[in-house]
């Protein structure tokens, strides 16, 4: 059974660095499209990341420059470097895979970042 | 950049009506790569139709998806009460992989 689980969300001062983890099990992450989507309160969805198979990383323009996606196959884990954190990087963050596409059909619980001083 | 734009923004309907979702795509989407997706208040989404077509493993055939290049439709056929929920398009022919603002399908 494919599962996702991320950590490592929590309450940051603007301008601060959090990093999410994202640990796989079903499946190998470095098998898969592994993506980063948020979803700031009350609104859609937003694709943030996503790290191919063969390591090619791909980023939204609101993110480019300040975080950076990444695995580690030997943990089996995707993780998310955010650094210059804005309020408006505040968000539930999803991991979510495919093993063919950038689509999602598979979602973790997501984690909530929240930006505030 | 695909900007996916779907109406209308609610649809008031009763259980056992037909809902139709539209998804616009302001240039056209490569091979059709075109899904979407349902989210119920404090879940995660769930991959309903890929391919603008396929449905994913699990989905019921009352949802079904339609459409080609820049227009595209999810239709609900017989509303149960579990379908009641927001609807998102995305795009995965290429990057930024973007997604529409949404649909939420309320109960009349």
């Known amino acids: 059974e494919v599962q996702l689980v991320e950590t490592g969300g929590g309450l940051i001062q603007p301008g601060g660095s959090l990093r999410l983890s994202c640990a796989a099990s079903g499946f190998t992450v470095s098998s898969n499209y592994m993506s980063w989507v948020r979803q700031a309160p009350g609104k859609g969805l937003e694709w943030v990341s996503v790290?191919?198979?063969?390591?090619?990383?791909y980023y939204a323009d609101s993110v480019k420059g300040r975080f950076t996606i990444s695995r580690d196959n030997s943990k089996n884990t995707l993780y998310l470097q955010m650094n210059s954190l804005r309020a408006e990087d505040t968000a539930v963050y999803y991991c979510?895979?495919?093993?063919?596409?950038?689509?999602?059909?598979?979602w973790g619980q997501g984690i909530l970042v929240t930006v505030s001083s | 950049e695909v900007v996916l734009t779907q109406s209308p923004g609610t649809l008031s309907l009763s259980p056992g009506e037909t809902a139709t979702l539209s998804c616009r795509a302001s240039?056209?989407?490569?091979?059709?790569?075109l899904a979407w997706y349902q989210q119920k208040p404090g879940q995660a989404p769930r991959l309903l139709i890929y391919?603008?077509?396929s449905r994913a493993t699990g989905i019921p055939d009352r949802f079904s998806g339609s459409g080609s290049a820049t227009d595209f439709t999810l239709t609900i056929s017989r509303l149960e009460p579990e379908d009641f929920a927001v609807f998102y398009c995305?795009?995965?022919?290429?990057?930024?992989?973007?997604f529409g603002g949404g649909t939420k399908v309320e109960i009349k």
């Open positions: 240039q056209s989407v490569t091979d059709n790569y």
């Open positions: 995305q795009q995965y022919g290429g990057s930024p992989f973007t």
């Open positions: 790290i191919y198979r063969g390591g090619s990383t």
């Open positions: 979510a895979t495919d093993s063919g596409y950038v689509r999602f059909s598979y």
């Open positions: 391919g603008s077509s």
